[in-house]
């Protein structure tokens, strides 16, 4: 059974960062794509980004390029997200999921989040 379990979430300032973390098992977790997807209060599930199964590649959505960074460790069966100059509009519940490397149709299973809050 897929379990992925997500932890690092907060209350922040905005311009503060955070670093999310997301411990995966039940799967041979080095051979799955794997990716990071957000909901917002009262919205959709948005996809935040991607990464391939070795860590060379990764995938962002235009609103968290150059801001957010993904990255996984494979001996540690771990996917990690960096949050840097978080806004009020990153506010939102944050999944870990498996596959997903190209956007949200392609998930397969979702973590049961972890909140982030950025307010001032």
């Known amino acids: 059974e897929v379990q992925l379990v997500e932890s690092g979430g907060g209350m922040v300032l905005p311009g503060g960062s955070l670093r999310l973390s997301c411990a995966a098992s039940g799967f041979t977790f080095s051979i799955y794509d794997m990716s990071w997807v957000r909901q917002a209060p009262g919205k959709g599930l948005e996809w935040v980004s991607g990464?391939?199964?070795?860590?060379?590649?990764?995938n962002y959505a235009d609103s968290v390029k150059g801001r957010f960074t993904i990255s996984r460790d494979n001996a540690k069966n771990t996917l990690y997200l960096q949050l840097n100059s978080l806004k009020t509009e990153d506010t939102a519940m944050y999944y870990c999921a498996k596959d997903g490397y190209y956007g949200l149709r392609y998930v397969t299973s979702r973590g049961q989040g972890t909140q982030v809050t950025v307010s001032s």
């Open positions: 990464i391939n199964n070795g860590g060379g590649r990764t």
